[in-house]
């Protein structure tokens, strides 16, 4: 069952341009979104969150848009450059619960 | 930069044997997790912790699984009687839980079961 897909095994975009990473979710309990980047042999990295009442939330480069209606969310990172190439999770929180569920990732390239 | 530290980096194990992967959280955060990623799968939740109980436990924590925070400092995972499949990569996070939601992860520990 999953709750939060990520439907992009993979993305190659070249750099300096914009990478669009998407994702979908099932539980409408959710109430807080959050991006992760994982380099191999290295631990997920938190990115950038959104709470369930905005509908934008942008830290320099990165920007995640939520699409409640749609149950949808993005990640926007403007100019894409090298070092974004990554695996690039999505996850989602329900309410009072401790636990992150996670999409499968979308691995990024970034071309030169 | 504070970070969450993980020890062993890889642990080689045979089938039935007990391991204990060690966790150093970040000093002054309050909640602690447990995750695993089997290779080619999703990161999965294993459990939380906080005030020194499980707050939270998913499936796949079942009784071979514990968790303990035995001195202040470290979070241990402790798999009583390893399987072939909990074969996997083990992240350790902590997060402070007060103003932010966002968990903060270790690099991992590659556990191989043979």
């Known amino acids: 069952d999953q709750q939060v897909k990520q439907n992009s095994p993979s993305l190659s975009v070249q750099e300096g341009r914009i990478s669009i990473l998407n994702c979908d979710y099932t539980n409408s309990m959710f109430d807080y979104f959050l991006w992760y980047k994982k380099y191999p042999a290295e631990g997920p990295t938190f990115l950038i969150s959104?709470?369930?009442?905005?509908d934008k939330n942008e830290d320099g480069r990165f920007t995640v848009f939520l699409n409640k209606s749609a149950k949808h969310l993005s990640l926007h990172i403007v100019p894409s450059q090298p070092g974004d190439s990554a695996v690039y999770f999505c996850a989602a929180r329900e309410g009072r619960d401790d636990k992150i569920i996670f999409g499968k990732g979308t691995r990024l390239h970034i071309l030169p | 930069e504070p970070e969450v530290t993980q020890t062993p980096s890889h642990q080689v194990t045979q089938m039935g044997q007990e391991v204990i992967l060690r966790c150093v959280p970040i000093?002054?955060?309050?909640?602690f997790y447990w995750y695993r990623q089997i290779l080619g799968q999703k990161v999965e939740f294993l459990v939380s912790f906080y005030n020194n109980e499980i707050s939270e436990k998913s499936e796949i924590f079942d009784d071979q699984f514990s968790v303990e925070r035995p001195d202040g400092s470290n979070f241990t995972l402790k798999i009583r009687s390893t399987k072939l499949e909990d074969s996997a990569m083990y992240f350790c996070?902590?997060?402070?839980?007060?103003?932010?939601?966002?968990?903060?992860f270790g690099q991992g520990t590659r556990l191989t079961v043979v």
């Open positions: 959104i709470s369930s009442i905005k």
């Open positions: 000093s002054n955060h309050l909640y």
């Open positions: 996070a902590s997060s402070r839980r007060v103003t932010n939601t966002e968990a903060f």
